[in-house]
């Protein structure tokens, strides 16, 4: 079946540092791919998604290319700030209804 | 005005009650969907519906079920709650056939089950 693998559980950055958090996946269709950005006690939200291979996709400063040579799309940012403390999820998505969820990347900004 | 709505947003239950969560949306989205969050579990499908009365099991349906009499709502229940079942609730809704489009999100709700 499909699945998504974010390595990363927490991930603690000083502000102002670059990230990237990690996003592979397994499927044997065309993928569509998400990024989520859950902020604490809200609702996940879009932060980008993408289909295109090779091609960079940003939004408020992050930024993600879709790979399927190596089926995975990572989430950068240049400098991180401390609005950026939040769950992320990388979440995969097919011709079916069921879209696939990593299990998320808690990330933690210091002052 | 594109938005998903959850009620209520904090339950406090006791082991054996039953337990009703409602999800509205105003987008007349025809996929809708029902998720639980875990610390370090990510979110867990519990059900899928895809229209009025045509609904379909998640990865962890046991202990669930749904209803679904409007386009607009959907509701997951809880018969006789167990404690195991405390977690983070979320809808979510989708436009059918778009699996390029993003999942809409409530705000969840907290259930605390004693």
């Known amino acids: 079946g499909d699945s998504v693998t974010q390595t990363e559980g927490l991930v603690t950055l000083t502000k102002g540092l670059p990230v990237m958090l990690n996003c592979t996946y397994q499927?044997?269709?065309?993928?569509?791919l998400f990024w989520y950005v859950q902020h604490l006690n809200e609702a996940p939200k879009l932060l980008l998604k993408?289909?295109?291979?090779?091609k960079r996709t940003e939004h408020q400063g992050f930024y993600a290319t879709l790979h399927k040579s190596s089926s995975s799309f990572h989430l950068q940012k240049s400098s991180v700030q401390l609005s950026d403390s939040a769950l992320y999820f990388c979440?995969?998505?097919?011709?079916?209804?069921?879209?696939?969820f990593g299990k998320g990347t808690s990330l933690v900004v210091h002052p | 005005d594109m938005k998903v709505t959850q009620m209520p947003r904090y339950l406090i239950k006791r082991m054996g009650e039953n337990v009703l969560l409602e999800c509205g949306q105003d987008?007349?989205?025809?996929?809708m969907y029902w998720y639980r969050q875990d610390p370090g579990l990510g979110l867990q499908l519990i059900y899928i519906?895809?229209?009025?009365?045509?609904?379909s099991e998640g990865d962890i349906p046991k202990g669930y079920r749904v209803s679904r009499k409007k386009r607009e709502h959907f509701s997951l229940i809880l018969d006789s709650a167990k404690t195991n079942q405390t977690s983070v609730y979320f809808c979510?809704?989708?436009?059918?056939?778009?699996?390029?489009?993003?999942?809409?999100f409530g705000h969840g709700t907290k259930l605390s089950v004693l």
């Open positions: 979440a995969l998505s097919v011709g079916n209804y069921k879209p696939t």
């Open positions: 993408s289909s295109t291979d090779n």
């Open positions: 519906s895809y229209d009025v009365d045509s609904n």
């Open positions: 987008m007349s989205h025809e996929t």
């Open positions: 979510a809704s989708r436009p059918v056939g778009a699996p390029n489009e993003r999942l809409f």
């Open positions: 499927t044997t269709y065309s993928p569509f």
